[in-house]
């Protein structure tokens, strides 16, 4: 289409009522407005979707249009004719805005809620040509932008909208593909569309996009790797209870905590917790404290208190997941934690040699 093509931006796209065509393509294959062409037959101009040709009606009674010399009305007229202006639209700026998209993933189950929010903004691209072609309908022309090696298909739906149908088709050819869906509220003039080609519009939205599918992938892939991480400290929290309610019950004089876990696991204690003697743990000094740590089972710390502030004890009572006669009940990283706070090291007795 002849960039040189005039059309104000105050132009209607449609008089009296919607389904009314005051655009046409003469035998150049320009679009013409109904006011820039001869009357009557003389014209020269055809329908944008049919081909058949059409008469100017120019009367001083009506709104001047465009009507099919056989008297019948094409259903895809309107469509055709937007088609054709978003090309010469397009082609004249010289660019167009794609719609964002948003690509986020979420992953339901026993675990909880999973989500990888991703959101792709508007972005501006600079087409190297723009042309007409019906890849997807046969009397509806869609709009072929291309970048390079890719293409990007625009389609504008006045009555049908590209369903589900249609995506096999666009997977076949590879190109990504753009709606520009005005079932509902289609612009009255040029400068609307022109608004609607160049502006994020709601009404603008991704039909089909293989690097969309691509970053879904690897979404639900990362999203997958954190359930699992997570369904596992959740298995893991399940079992430090258990261990926790067990030793309880062991510290009390009941001897059913012995029961297997699940995964056939079991654990023993010594007969009372005041039977566990210095030498069974790890020491741990700072300036004002002297603790003991005890490794048990499922990744537990149960840590005794040989000296140290009122505080710490609070501390390790908060942090605890049970508490013991005479001792705390900890996960690990929360006992590391811990120890990090409050500066205490391992207390390794020397054994006379060199330092």
């Known amino acids: 289409m002849r960039k040189s093509l005039a059309i104000s931006p105050s132009t209607a796209l449609h ?9 046409a393509v003469d035998a150049s294959g320009v679009l013409r407005h109904v006011d820039a062409v001869a009357n009557g037959k003389a014209c020269g101009c055809v329908c944008p979707a049919c081909k058949e040709p059409v008469i100017a009606r120019q009367g001083a009674l009506r709104s001047h249009s465009f009507a099919h010399d056989s008297g019948a009305e094409c259903r895809w007229a309107q469509e055709a004719v937007l088609h054709h202006l978003a090309q010469h639209l397009i082609a004249a700026r010289g660019e167009f805005l794609l719609p964002g998209a948003d690509l986020s993933v979420k992953r339901f189950g026993t675990a909880g ?13 600079r087409p190297a040509e723009v042309r007409l072609e019906p890849l997807l309908f046969l009397q509806r022309p869609n709009v072929i932008l291309t970048l390079g090696e890719r293409h990007l298909i625009v389609a504008i739906a006045l009555t049908h909208k590209v369903g589900p149908s249609k995506l096999p088709r666009l997977k076949e050819l590879g190109h990504a593909a753009i709606q520009i869906n005005l079932t509902c509220d289609r612009p009255t003039s040029v400068g609307a569309l022109a608004a609607l080609l160049f502006g994020d519009d709601p009404r603008k939205t991704w039909v089909y996009n293989a690097k969309h599918d691509a ?6 892939q990362r999203c997958e790797t954190r359930y699992q991480a997570m369904a596992q400290a959740e298995m893991e929290a399940r079992s430090l209870t258990q261990l926790a309610v067990s030793m309880s019950r062991v510290a009390s004089g009941d001897r059913s905590s012995s029961q297997p876990f699940a995964g056939g696991t079991r654990f023993s204690l010594p007969e009372s917790p005041a039977q566990a003697n210095e030498s069974q743990g790890l020491r741990y000094k700072s300036r004002s404290a002297v603790l003991v740590a005890y490794p048990v089972a499922y990744g537990a710390i149960r840590v005794s208190v040989l000296g140290g502030p009122v505080s710490m004890r609070r501390e390790l009572e908060r942090e605890s997941i049970a508490l013991l006669p005479d001792s705390y009940l900890l ?20 054994d006379g040699g060199l330092p």
Do not use: C
């Open 331 to 350: 996960a690990k990283p929360a006992w590391y934690s811990f120890t990090r706070r409050h500066g205490l090291r391992l207390d390794v007795p020397w």
């Open 15 to 23: 008089v009296a009522s919607p389904s009314t065509l005051t655009f």
């Open 215 to 220: 970053l879904r992938a690897n979404l639900m």
């Open 113 to 125: 809620l999973i989500h990888e929010p991703y959101t792709l903004g508007p972005q501006m691209i």
